[in-house]
């Protein structure tokens, strides 16, 4: 059996955060690959108006670039509407049914776990990882989660658009290339940013 670690987001934008927690959950389970799967429309988030799905695929492509053993996944975008997880792992299943799926969540994920969309037969489809965010509860699920200590790393991509419209740096925050798309394409206000990035 091969065992693919998942970590779905909404990635607006992906950040090294995202890409800490993929590379360490890989090292710690000793996992084939883990992919970054971007949300069509997220199912308890607002949808992003800033960046398209296009554009969110195109930074997480951008920011697994070179990262041995991460990859992107088109998989929720190709199909499009409500992501939920459930009717991902279904259809990835019929796919690959000989693959062993990790689905990796932050503690902020882990706190609303309950109310995801079919949660107990999501249960069956995937063995849930559970990582550490600063300003979420511990290691505490009602939904079996195998926890997975790692360095606790506090930033989000609210924290990166707020610094990009407000003109603050992102360097070392957000992979080199990612924030040059951002520049490129003026997501989150950059346009005015740029001399200070
Ligand atoms: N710094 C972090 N530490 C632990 N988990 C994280 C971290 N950043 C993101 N995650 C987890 O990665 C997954 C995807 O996150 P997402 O793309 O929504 O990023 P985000 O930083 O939470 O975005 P936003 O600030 O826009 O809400 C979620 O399971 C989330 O909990
Ligand atoms: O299926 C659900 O009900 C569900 C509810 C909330 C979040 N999720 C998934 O959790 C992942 C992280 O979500 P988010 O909102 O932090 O981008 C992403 O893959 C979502 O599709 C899934």
Redesign the pocket.
């Known amino acids: 059996m091969r065992k693919v670690g998942l970590l779905?987001?909404?990635?607006n934008p992906p950040h090294i955060g995202h890409l800490i927690i993929a590379n360490e959950v890989k090292q710690v389970l000793g996992l084939d690959e883990v992919r970054l799967?971007p949300?069509a429309i997220?199912?308890?988030?607002h949808n992003p108006t800033d960046a398209t799905p296009a554009q969110r695929l195109r930074m997480v492509q951008l920011a697994v670039e070179g990262a041995d053993g991460l990859m992107e996944s088109s998989f929720?975008i190709d199909r499009g509407g409500v992501?939920?997880?459930?009717d991902?792992m279904r259809a990835l299943k019929e796919v690959e049914p000989e693959t062993d799926f990790y689905f990796i969540?932050?503690g902020?994920?882990i706190d609303?776990l309950p109310?995801?969309?079919q949660?107990e037969a999501?249960c069956k489809l995937v063995t849930f990882v559970g990582v550490q965010r600063p300003g979420s509860s511990g290691e505490q699920s009602v939904i079996p989660v195998e926890f997975i200590d790692i360095p606790s790393i506090d930033l989000s991509s609210t924290m990166i658009r707020k610094r990009t419209e407000a003109g603050q740096s992102i360097q070392f925050l957000v992979p080199d290339p990612v924030i040059s798309y951002i520049r490129q394409e003026g997501l989150y206000g950059s346009t005015t940013a740029k001399r200070r990035t």
């Not at 779905?8 to 990635?11: A, K, L, N, R, V």
């Not at 992501?83 to 459930?86: D, K, M, R, V």
């Open positions: 779905g987001g909404t990635f799967m949300t997220p199912p308890h988030k929720e992501s939920y997880t459930y991902t969540i932050g902020d994920m609303i109310q995801w969309f949660i999501l």
